[in-house]
């Protein structure tokens, strides 16, 4: 099958699904991107995913995934537990990110961090560094970064980001005009979406949909048909 | 009847369930079982079924069992209560507990654990109904759903058994001939490259019986894996 599966054109437009162990070719010159790793000469997919060819990088893109923080990452993050001086943070991470309370936006008082920040509730906040381990640390220090006081939170699979923000923006713009809504796009994979009620239903009815066909091509066709209906 | 008198071939070398001796039983997949799960499969192979799922990567606890340069699998095969007309009493026994860890060393052959450092992927095994060979069934659905969960992956195990009964080398062998048979040669083997990750012998085999269950075993494991792979892409809309 392996044969079969390696002479199939890549780059033909067309969406090719790809599971972990799959030959997808030789291609000469080309580097092995995210999902991708070169054995024997040969390009093996890793993951289960679309194979895309961004010019001279093959790469996976994943059909599921787990958020892995970055560096710089604006997230939404749950308050999970707090020391005297530091909140523990769900950014959807395998690991809990820590907001030490000198990166936090309000002059905190040793032992009074629960009266700035409880159990449960959210936050817009960047990852300020990650370690090699995967531990990051999240700040709060920054233009916007705040407590998320209203409206509701979806969660949507990282890797579908990029569709839902579409190209120059032009899915979330679309996602807005939709519900009236405003609308903050977590990069893991957390959306805050504030508005009316009917508004915030109908952005929620857009995102299961982005969610459950985003592997599939014809996105931005189905959108704009929920959008008028 | 006594383990002299089981004849599991009609002269015609049909098997008792209609079987020649290097055929499979029928083997059915599909993903996205648990929807709750990070990745799931349920699978049905002759009578026996499973579901596997996975959560994770997620945060090793107790500290004490992460490692700082590499996930850990946490694989967990359980039979259920139900699933032999003798009641399985619940919880882990000897027997899940050796099925727990060649699974693991297993799947740990094929996943790239180095990427989620101090972190943990629980792999969950559930034994629906039994009917013999359900550690390759656990195997090849743990990998599917490992597959469906996005976790990176060199190759997908598939797990497949021969044995011997009445002397005569059997692809797949049911419960009966398991019983009253000689021998059980169960394998995980990597598709793609015919590697060997795993192999159990119970009994005994001559060294050309072993070479043919070899045989038996690959030719099924490529078999397999195309249902897999068929699994993964239905779940997914490709193209089948």
């Known amino acids: 099958m392996s044969e079969d599966s390696t002479s199939t054109e890549h780059d033909s437009g067309a969406v090719r699904l790809v599971h972990p162990g799959e030959r997808v070719g030789v291609h000469e010159g080309a580097e092995a991107g995210h999902g991708i790793r070169r054995i024997n000469g040969e390009l093996v997919a890793m993951r289960m995913g679309t194979l895309s060819d961004n010019g001279n990088t093959i790469s996976v893109d994943p059909v599921s995934s787990r958020y892995v923080p970055r560096a710089g990452d604006l997230v939404i993050g749950l308050v999970e537990g707090m020391t005297n001086n530091i909140w523990f943070l769900d950014i959807g991470a395998s690991f809990n990110a820590i907001l030490p309370m000198s990166l936090a936006p309000w002059k905190v008082e040793f032992g009074a961090v629960r009266e700035h920040l409880n159990v449960g509730e959210a936050v817009l906040c960047r990852v300020q560094e990650v370690d090699e381990t995967h531990s990051s640390v999240a700040t709060m220090k920054g233009m916007g970064l705040r407590k998320l006081k209203s409206g509701l939170l979806e969660e949507i699979p990282p890797h579908i980001i990029p569709q839902v923000i579409g190209q120059g923006g032009s899915m979330l713009q679309t996602l807005k005009d939709l519900g009236d809504c405003r609308l903050v796009i977590g990069q893991n994979g957390r959306v805050w979406i504030d508005g009316e009620h009917g508004g915030m239903h109908a952005v929620r009815a857009a995102l299961k949909l982005i969610r459950d066909t985003a592997h599939l091509p014809g996105l931005k066709e189905r959108i704009n048909a929920l959008a008028n209906e | ?240």
């Open chain 2, 1 to 240: 009847m006594g383990y002299e008198d089981y004849q599991c071939m009609d002269e015609n070398g049909i098997r008792e369930d209609g079987r020649k001796a290097d055929e499979m039983r029928p083997v059915e997949i599909e993903c996205g079982v648990v929807p709750v799960a990070d990745g799931s499969a349920y699978i049905r192979w002759g009578k026996n079924e499973a579901i596997a799922a996975v959560y994770g990567p997620m945060e090793a606890h107790p500290r004490k069992i992460q490692r700082q340069d590499r996930a850990i699998l946490d694989v967990r095969y359980n039979m259920a209560p139900f699933s032999t007309s003798d009641r399985i009493r619940p919880g882990f026994n000897r027997r899940s507990r050796e099925i727990s860890k060649v699974t693991r060393d297993a799947l740990e052959s094929v996943v790239n654990l180095e990427l989620y450092p101090r972190s943990k992927i629980r792999v969950e095994i559930e034994i629906i109904c039994a009917e013999a060979g359900t550690r390759c069934c656990g195997i090849t659905a743990a990998s599917v759903a490992l597959a469906d969960a996005g976790i990176p992956m060199s190759d997908m195990v598939v797990s497949v058994a021969a044995g011997k009964c009445n002397g005569i080398v059997l692809m797949d062998l049911n419960k009966p001939e398991d019983n009253y048979g000689e021998a059980d040669l169960p394998m995980g083997i990597l598709p793609m490259t015919d590697e060997l990750v795993f192999l159990q012998m119970d009994g005994d085999l001559s060294m050309d019986e072993f070479q043919l269950a070899w045989d038996y075993n690959v030719k099924a494991a490529h078999d397999v894996h195309v249902i897999m792979v068929e699994a993964l892409q239905k779940r997914y809309g490709g193209d089948v």
